[in-house]
Structure formats: structure tokens, C-alpha cells
């Protein structure tokens, strides 16, 4: 039987606990859901902040998103931008998780840095390298002094080297993120596995393949869903490289919702559109996620 004392802290103990999770449930509650229902109720209406009160207008504005060219490019950029960086960004996650899966303080250090871009400011992101990737910038003038390019590259005055540039840039900011997250799954394959493989003849390759891949298939599934998860909800670091030009070809959803809503005062268009993305982004991650969890089993 538990001393008395034992049982005291115990309960104060869960008690704790309880308040911590009753404290995240409120939290939870006022910051997501309720503002979530209070955007989908504004999708049916013709809120605008700059009229009082606001009509009832039922589908009117999910009516009107069909028609939308811009909504409608916007979303083809944001859905190619969070394929497109997804997949570069854990392949060059993976491949520096590999390279730094040391002890040595160097490699402790490297770390670091490999994850510096992921705590940064996408403002401040957005800002250096807007800075690098002018005419006159750090780039072309390197580039200029190796002889590789003549005349000045216009990386964000030209609509697909602007695109280019956009996903080069979120795919180095994902970049910490993911190697981060290899980084602690390869830190956690039990090195029997290794030796068990080396002596039954297998190649540093067949090892990847057959030992790594496999240990690191759950980090995969966690690391693919956040981070396209991340890119489609972009938006402060197109806004502040791009503003979505030139000719809104690297505009985003998200930055869509806020033009509709602060720009042109259409509080219930931009709501549908945030209803819409929400929904898409759901079933995307829902998606890749049961297709991956199914891969682990495969594996």
C-alpha cells in the first residue's frame, strides 16, 4: 500500500496535469475553433468592415470563387510550390541529416546551423533574400565575377525565375526542419542493425536502402505532412520576396485571403476562400499521411 504522503502527491500531481490540459483546451477553443466557425459563418455573407452589419447571401461567394482566374491561379502556384518544395526540402533534409549524423562538437555545431534557417523570421527570410536576389545583388554579382552570366539576372522581375526563386528560398527554410527531423530518427537505428548487415555482406547502398530507409519511413511521414502543410498556409515570406508578382504568378492563397479581406474590404469572400483552403489543406494532409502510414507497413 502507498503511503499516505505517496497518495497527496499523486493527486496534486493529476490535479496539475488536469489543469494543464483543461488550461491548452480553453486555448485551443478561443484561438482556433471559435474563430474558425466565426470565418465559416462569414463565408455566407457580404461582411465588409467598411458597411455596417452584414447580408445573409447563402453559396454566393463559394458561387463566386468557380469563376475567380486569380483565386484559381493562386491555387495552382500553391499546390506545384508545396509539391515541388516538399519533396526537395526532405531530400536535402535527408541527405544533411546523413552528413551530420556525427558525435564530434563540429558536427553538434553544423547542426545548429542547418537548423538556423527553420527559426528565423520569414520576415527576415523574405528580407536577405530579397536583398541577394536583386539585378545588383550578391548573386549576380558572384555570378558576374565567375563569368557565368554577362548581363544581371532578373530573379524575381520574370514570372517563372520568379517562381523558381520563391521555391529555392522556402525549400532552404523547410530544409532545417526536415534535417532536424532525420537527424533524431537516423540518431535512434540501433547500430546491431549495421553490423548485422556488414556481416551478412551487405554494401554501404543495400544498408540504405534496406536498413535506413525503412528506420527513418515514420520521420518521413511526419516530415512530408508538416511540411506541406506549411507551404500551403504561406504567406510571409512570398509577401516580402515577391508581393506575389511579378503579374501575380507567385501570389498564394494565403496571400489571396488577405488582398480579398484588407485590400479590397471583402471580409465574407475572403472567409469562403480561408473555408476552402482549410478543407483543401485537410484533405491533402489527410491523404499523404494515410498513404505513408501505409508505406511503413509495406516496408
Known sequence: MKPLSHWFRDTSQDL?????????????????????FMSLRSSFTDENPLKSGSNWIGFGNYSEMLHD????????????????VTVVANLVG?????????????????????????VVSGVIVGFVWKTILTQDGLLNTVLRSLHLVHTPV?????????????GVVVAWVLSGFTTVVYLAALQNIPQELYDAGSIDGAGAAQQFRMITLRMVAPA??????????????????????TSGGPAN???????????????????????????????????????????LRRREVDL
Open 16 to 36: 496539475g496535469l488536469r489543469l494543464i490540459a483543461a488550461l491548452g483546451l480553453l486555448l485551443y477553443l478561443v484561438f482556433i475553433v471559435v474563430p474558425v
Open 69 to 84: 482566374s486569380q483565386l484559381r491561379t493562386s491555387v495552382v502556384f500553391t499546390l506545384l510550390l508545396a509539391a515541388g
Open 94 to 118: 535527408l541527405a544533411f541529416a546523413l552528413l551530420l549524423d556525427r558525435t564530434a562538437l563540429s558536427y553538434r555545431v553544423l547542426r545548429t546551423v542547418a537548423f538556423l534557417p527553420q
Open 154 to 166: 532578373d530573379w524575381l522581375g520574370k514570372p517563372h525565375l520568379a517562381q523558381f526563386s520563391v
Open 220 to 241: 518521413t511521414t511526419i516530415s512530408v505532412t508538416i511540411s506541406l502543410i506549411t507551404v500551403l498556409k504561406l504567406y510571409d515570406v512570398i509577401q516580402v520576396l
Open 249 to 291: 504568378a507567385t501570389q498564394s492563397t494565403a496571400q489571396y485571403i488577405v488582398k480579398m479581406a484588407f485590400t479590397n474590404d471583402r471580409f465574407g469572400y475572403a472567409s469562403s476562400i480561408a473555408m476552402f483552403l482549410l478543407a483543401l489543406s485537410a484533405v491533402i494532409a489527410l491523404s499523404v499521411t494515410s498513404i
